[in-house]
């Protein structure tokens, strides 16, 4: 099945000027920084100078609203005439973070405290009234608040996400703590008549440092796939620098949904070189890549204890350290001509937001992993800056994912503050 390439939402013309603030980008801007696309693709800057783009998610005329971190909700789509793309301003508050996920006429979005919900009008692209609380009392402080939003299979229920208090957090070991875990919210049609308290939803999985993004499986039994922002070991007693320099590995986590996993955080963590330093750390030289170590932070939580998955689930697979994941979409095969190939069905793509502390940088790309159920898959980037040493400064910095009508893969890129959009060809640049 070809499904036509959506040019324009008749709704859109309906906006009024005077109520919305709306700029315009015409295509063909250049990235701020050069970037290298995979063969067969192509990338194309959709706006640029936005104000820290987050999380994204497509609304049901197809708009694409894109929390800009310090600023708003912003919503964009084709001009009328073909030759760019408008933003418009939905809601003004810089205290959104990063969860994004609307449905219907419910904009689902998250701050450092609290889940929020407005009554939203694609139509009008805009919000009515105040804003009603559905889930508060989120755990306080901590420099991770992306508090990432997700909807279960169905809609059925909102899945939120917490980051740890700091770093290496061992309260995290204690689900009742509320840190660095993903709990579920069933949805209702009223909204509730006083607010949800954070650790008071059904957990779903603990000891995942910072669950930044997550996405269901679109194949078999629908399993939900957690992408683990992992701990910085810089300060670890005894590991050499160069060690620290390539581990631990980021974590691609698969959830049971017939148990409550814990997956490690803070004790447990996972190898990605275990010969980066074979004479600093000779301990770990034997050690293979997705293995399980030990940061001995309790005396009874050694390697032994990491390794038996009665403790700790392992990973899925892992990632290179420092790749700082922050996203995962699957792709489920519709798609046009300017879209990703039908036989990338089933595939997950994850946006690495970048390495703050490795020599040299590594991340700052979107990548394929074509067999995400397999154990310890491995993967190839789609595009990636350049030139990583000029990093971070103006390379793209990946965040939000979202998979058009069109099959293309729109891509939120916060420090550079580009939205941009990857494809097969250059053609469809008039779909989003
Ligand atoms: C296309 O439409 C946009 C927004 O309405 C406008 O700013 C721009 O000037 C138009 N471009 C052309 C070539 O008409
Ligand atoms: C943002 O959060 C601060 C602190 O909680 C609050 O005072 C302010 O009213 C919020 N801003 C908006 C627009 O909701
Ligand atoms: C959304 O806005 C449009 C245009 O103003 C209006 O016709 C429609 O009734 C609104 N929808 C709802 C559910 O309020
Ligand atoms: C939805 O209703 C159920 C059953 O009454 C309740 O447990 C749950 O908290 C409600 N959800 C929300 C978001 O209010
Ligand atoms: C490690 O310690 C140094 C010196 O106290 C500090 O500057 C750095 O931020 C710490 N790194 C991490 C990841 O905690
Ligand atoms: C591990 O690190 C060492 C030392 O930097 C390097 O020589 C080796 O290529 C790395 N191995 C892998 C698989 O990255
Ligand atoms: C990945 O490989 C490591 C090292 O061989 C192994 O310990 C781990 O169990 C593997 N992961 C899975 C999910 O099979
Ligand atoms: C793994 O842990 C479980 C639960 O603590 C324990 O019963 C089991 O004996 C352990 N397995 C091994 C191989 O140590
Ligand atoms: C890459 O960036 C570094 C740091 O800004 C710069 O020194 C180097 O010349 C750049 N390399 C290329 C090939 O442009």
């Known amino acids: 099945m070809t ?49 820290l783009p987050r999380g994204i998610a497509f609304d049901s005329q197809h708009n694409l609203l894109v929390v800009e971190r310090g600023f708003g909700v912003t919503a964009f789509h084709p001009a009328a005439n073909g030759t760019g793309i408008l933003r418009t301003v939905v809601l003004s508050n810089p205290n959104f973070t990063q969860g994004i996920q ?14 929020l919900v407005y009554q939203y009008n694609a139509s009008e692209l805009a919000v009515s009234g105040e804003p009603a609380v559905l889930v508060t009392g989120f755990p306080a402080g901590g420099e ?20 740890p208090g700091n770093n290496i957090d061992p309260t995290a070991r204690e689900p009742s703590s509320g840190r660095s875990q993903v709990r579920a919210f069933p949805l209702n049609a009223s909204l509730p008549s006083s607010p949800l308290q954070y650790t008071s939803g059904a957990l779903i999985a603990y000891g995942i440092r910072n669950p930044a993004g997550f996405a269901f499986s679109p194949l078999g039994e629908k399993k939900l796939f957690v992408v683990e922002n992992g701990a910085s070991i810089d300060n670890v007693t ?34 990605w070189n275990g010969s980066a330093d074979p004479v600093g750390d000779p301990q770990y030289a034997s050690f293979a890549r997705g293995e399980q170590f030990s940061l001995n932070l309790e005396a009874d939580r050694d390697d032994a204890w990491c390794q038996n998955a009665s403790n700790n689930v392992p990973p899925q697979s892992s990632f290179q350290a420092h790749s700082v994941p922050l996203d995962i979409k699957f792709f489920e095969g519709r798609t046009t001509a300017s879209g990703f190939p039908r036989s990338w069905s089933g595939d997950a793509f994850v946006s690495f937001h970048g390495s703050f502390d490795r020599t040299p940088p590594t991340g700052y790309g979107v990548i394929r992993l074509s067999t995400p159920d397999a154990p310890n898959s491995t993967y190839t980037f789609l595009i990636q800056a350049s030139n990583l040493t000029s990093c971070p400064e103006t390379c793209i910095r990946p965040v939000g994912l979202a ?14 503050g580009e939205l941009f959009v990857l494809g097969q060809t250059t053609q469809g640049d008039t779909a989003v």
Not at 105 to 112: F, P, W
């Open 3 to 51: 499904l036509p390439v959506v040019v324009f939402s008749a709704g859109l013309a309906l906006i009024t000027p005077t109520l919305a603030q709306t700029t315009f980008q015409p295509f063909g801007a250049s990235f701020a920084s050069p970037v290298t696309v995979a063969p067969s693709l192509s990338a194309s800057v959709l706006f640029s100078g936005l104000s």
């Open 102 to 115: 609307v449905d219907g006429d419910k904009l689902y979005l998250s701050t450092a405290n609290d889940a």
């Open 144 to 163: 991770l608040t992306t508090h990432t939003l997700q909807f279960a299979v169905g809609g059925s229920a909102l899945l939120i996400a917490s980051g």
């Open 238 to 271: 005894g590991l050499a620098a160069s060690f620290v320099n390539d581990n631990p590995a980021d974590e691609l986590n698969v959830v049971s949904p017939h148990s409550t996993p814990y997956f490690g955080f803070p004790d447990c963590t996972t190898m």
């Open 403 to 416: 998979f058009g009508k069109d099959g293309r893969l729109y891509v939120s890129s916060d420090s550079s």
